[in-house]
C-alpha cells in the first residue's frame, strides 16, 4: 500500500483497493508519504556528504528506486548498506532491488529485537562498529505504540554506534493538522486487512527525546518538507498536507 501511495509499481491489485480506500478517507497520506521519501534521500545524501560509509536501514519498505544505496552511491559509490524489514513481502522484493553490488545486503529482522539485528551476519559483513555508521529508522518509529519501548530502543541502537555516527528518524504527527476524522477509518481499512500495527502520532516533545545522546543537526527537528529543502520552499498550503516530523542526529 506505501507502495502504492508512492506511484511505485510492486504491488498487487488488493493492495491498490485498500490503499484507495485509505486515499478516500486520509488524501494526507499520499503527499505525506512522497515528502517522507524525498527526505529519506535528501537525509542520505546529507550523511554521505558528511562522510559516512556504511548505512543500516531499519524498515526499508518495498523496494523504490532509488533505494538507499542508489542515493547514498551517486554521491560516495563504496558506501555500504544494510537493509532490514520485518515484512516477508519486502524480501520477496529485496533481492531484486536491493543488492545490485556486493556492498548491500538485505535481511528479515524485526526493530524490536536490537540484539538480533546488531548481531546478524549481514551486519558483520557490511558495518565496521569502529567507524561511523548511518542508521535510518525512516517512518517506522510510529508502528510502535508505547513511547518507553520505543525510546529504550533507539538507545540501545545509539549505544551500538560509534561517537560520530549519525541517526536519521521521521515519526508521523498530528501537531500540524488533526488527522483524526479520516484516520480512524483508514487504520480500519488496515485492521480489516490483517494488519498488525498501526500507526501511533506523537507530538513534538514525545519525538524530541528519541535524540538523547545526539546532537540535532540545523534545523532541529522540523516538518519534514521544512528540512533542507530542494529549491524553493514549500508553502504553507503544501505543508499543511504533511504530518511528519524529521530529523538527523549525530552521535555525541
Ligand atoms: C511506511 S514504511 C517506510 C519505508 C521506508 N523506510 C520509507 O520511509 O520510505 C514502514 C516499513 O517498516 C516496516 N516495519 C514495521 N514494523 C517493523 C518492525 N517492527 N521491524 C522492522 N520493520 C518494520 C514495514 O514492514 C514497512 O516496510
Given at each position: 500500500?506505501?507502495?502504492?501511495?508512492?506511484?511505485?509499481?510492486?504491488?498487487?491489485?488488493?493492495?491498490?483497493?485498500?490503499?484507495?480506500?485509505?486515499?478516500?478517507?486520509?488524501?494526507d497520506?499520499?503527499?505525506?508519504?512522497?515528502a517522507?521519501?524525498?527526505f529519506?534521500?535528501?537525509?542520505?545524501?546529507?550523511?554521505?556528504?558528511a562522510?559516512?560509509?556504511?548505512?543500516?536501514?531499519?524498515?526499508?519498505?518495498?523496494?523504490?528506486?532509488?533505494?538507499?544505496?542508489q542515493?547514498?552511491?551517486?554521491?560516495?559509490?563504496?558506501?555500504?548498506?544494510?537493509?532490514i524489514?520485518?515484512?516477508?513481502?519486502?524480501?520477496?522484493?529485496?533481492?531484486?532491488?536491493?543488492l545490485?553490488?556486493?556492498?548491500?545486503?538485505?535481511?528479515?529482522?524485526?526493530?524490536?529485537?536490537?540484539?538480533?539485528?546488531?548481531?546478524?551476519?549481514?551486519?558483520?559483513?557490511?558495518?565496521d562498529?569502529?567507524?561511523?555508521?548511518?542508521?535510518?529508522?525512516?517512518?517506522?518509529?510510529?508502528?510502535?505504540?508505547?513511547?518507553?519501548?520505543?525510546?529504550?530502543?533507539?538507545?540501545?541502537?545509539?549505544d551500538?554506534?560509534?561517537?560520530?555516527?549519525?541517526?536519521?528518524?521521521?515519526?508521523?504527527?498530528?501537531?500540524f493538522?488533526?488527522?483524526?476524522?479520516?484516520?480512524?477509518?483508514?487504520?480500519?481499512?488496515?485492521?480489516q486487512?490483517?494488519?498488525?500495527?498501526?500507526?501511533?502520532?506523537?507530538?513534538?516533545?514525545?519525538i524530541?527525546?528519541?535524540?538523547?545522546?545526539?546532537?540535532?543537526?540545523?534545523p532541529?527537528?522540523?516538518?519534514?518538507?521544512?528540512?533542507?529543502?530542494?529549491?524553493?520552499?514549500p508553502?504553507?498550503?503544501?505543508?499543511?498536507?504533511?504530518?511528519?516530523?524529521?530529523?538527523?542526529?549525530?552521535?555525541?
Amino acid at each position: 500500500m506505501y507502495d502504492f501511495y508512492l506511484g511505485g509499481r510492486d504491488n498487487y491489485e488488493v493492495d491498490r483497493e485498500a490503499a484507495q480506500r485509505v486515499i478516500d478517507f486520509f488524501p494526507d497520506i499520499v503527499p505525506t508519504t512522497r515528502a517522507n521519501r524525498q527526505f529519506m534521500h535528501r537525509a542520505v545524501r546529507h550523511l554521505v556528504r558528511a562522510g559516512i560509509r556504511q548505512i543500516i536501514d531499519i524498515g526499508t519498505g518495498i523496494p523504490t528506486a532509488p533505494n538507499t544505496h542508489q542515493v547514498a552511491q551517486e554521491v560516495a559509490p563504496d558506501v555500504r548498506v544494510a537493509y532490514i524489514d520485518n515484512d516477508p513481502i519486502v524480501a520477496t522484493h529485496a533481492g531484486a532491488h536491493l543488492l545490485g553490488t556486493g556492498n548491500t545486503g538485505f535481511f528479515l529482522g524485526d526493530m524490536r529485537d536490537p540484539d538480533a539485528i546488531l548481531g546478524h551476519p549481514t551486519i558483520g559483513k557490511l558495518i565496521d562498529f569502529d567507524q561511523p555508521v548511518g542508521l535510518l529508522l525512516v517512518a517506522v518509529v510510529h508502528f510502535l505504540p508505547d513511547d518507553a519501548e520505543a525510546a529504550a530502543l533507539i538507545a540501545a541502537y545509539r549505544d551500538a554506534l560509534p561517537a560520530g555516527s549519525m541517526f536519521v528518524l521521521t515519526h508521523a504527527t498530528e501537531d500540524f493538522h488533526s488527522v483524526e476524522a479520516g484516520m480512524g477509518e483508514a487504520r480500519d481499512v488496515y485492521r480489516q486487512r490483517g494488519a498488525t500495527a498501526t500507526v501511533t502520532t506523537r507530538r513534538y516533545e514525545q519525538i524530541l527525546p528519541f535524540f538523547d545522546g545526539y546532537d540535532l543537526v540545523d534545523p532541529g527537528l522540523v516538518q519534514i518538507p521544512l528540512w533542507h529543502p530542494d529549491g524553493e520552499l514549500p508553502t504553507a498550503e503544501e505543508l499543511s498536507h504533511v504530518g511528519t516530523y524529521g530529523g538527523i542526529g549525530v552521535k555525541l
